[in-house]
């Protein structure tokens, strides 16, 4: 663990919505801890102290020290799950898992992209990142806060694999080995792309500008005068043969 952290926790007894409500009235969070070899535990945890904790997680996967009120025994846990009022992005609940200094954990680890792409400096790519975190299974004293990725070499059209990344001690990663994490695309393919859409959308215009002279060529002059000399029987024989060419 690189660094250590700590947060005290208040065992509750009463669960539910009004219990909860009681328990945020006194700027506490309701919570739970919950492992593998015990049974779930409902919790309070001071807001103000646990916005500080965050502060100093920053983001990055930590292993947390939990210090009991009822009990000198300590806990190892890290955050899970936190809920937010989606109004007030007041908390509402925070999940904590346990887990034992002398066993492995599985988590998701924040990635940090590392240097200047080769491809985007030299060859104007652009940098793709397909994914945030990455699931890694360790002991909690292996646990790395970040996984940095050096992209630095990274030419036009390359991607970084998980079965690429650099080792780390006491590290295993559990994503496939063929998922991609970052890589630099060519922004080529979308300038091709984006004339060819502009010529088709030219091309049917124009065949809309060819069709209406088209149209307008059918009807000479000399059908007009036709048309005044017919008599009322002939309009009403012609009037159906116009309705197909009315749906063209």
Do not use: W
């Not at 663990?1 to 969070?29: D, E, F």
């Amino acid at each position: 663990m690189t660094q250590a952290l700590s947060l005290t926790i208040t065992p509750r007894a009463q669960t539910g919505r009004s219990a909860s409500r009681r328990v945020r009235k006194v700027n506490q969070i309701p919570a739970i801890l919950y492992g593998k070899h015990t049974n779930p535990q409902t919790i309070a945890i001071d807001a103000p102290e646990f916005t500080r904790l965050l502060k100093s997680v920053a983001g990055r996967a930590l292993i947390i020290e939990l210090n009991r009120k009822d009990s000198a025994d300590k806990a190892l846990s890290f955050v899970q799950e936190i809920q937010r009022d989606p109004i007030t992005d007041k908390f509402l609940h925070v999940d904590l898992q346990e887990v034992k200094a002398n066993e492995k954990l599985e988590i998701n680890v924040p990635i940090s992209i590392v240097g200047e792409a080769y491809g985007i400096k030299t060859q104007g790519g652009v940098l793709e990142t397909s994914t945030h975190t990455l699931r890694v299974r360790c002991l909690p004293k292996d646990l790395p806060p970040l996984i940095e990725i050096d992209v630095t070499d990274l030419k036009i059209n390359e991607s970084l694999k998980v079965a690429g990344l650099k080792a780390i001690a006491g590290v295993e990663f559990r994503d496939a080995p063929g998922q991609p994490v970052v890589g630099v695309l060519s922004i080529a393919a979308e300038e091709v792309a984006t004339p060819a859409a502009g010529a088709a959308a030219g091309a049917a215009t124009a065949a809309a500008g060819a069709a209406a002279p088209a149209a307008g060529a059918a009807a000479k002059p000399g059908d007009a005068k036709a048309a005044a000399g017919a008599k009322p029987g002939d309009a009403k024989a012609a009037a159906p043969a116009a309705k197909p060419a009315a749906k063209k």
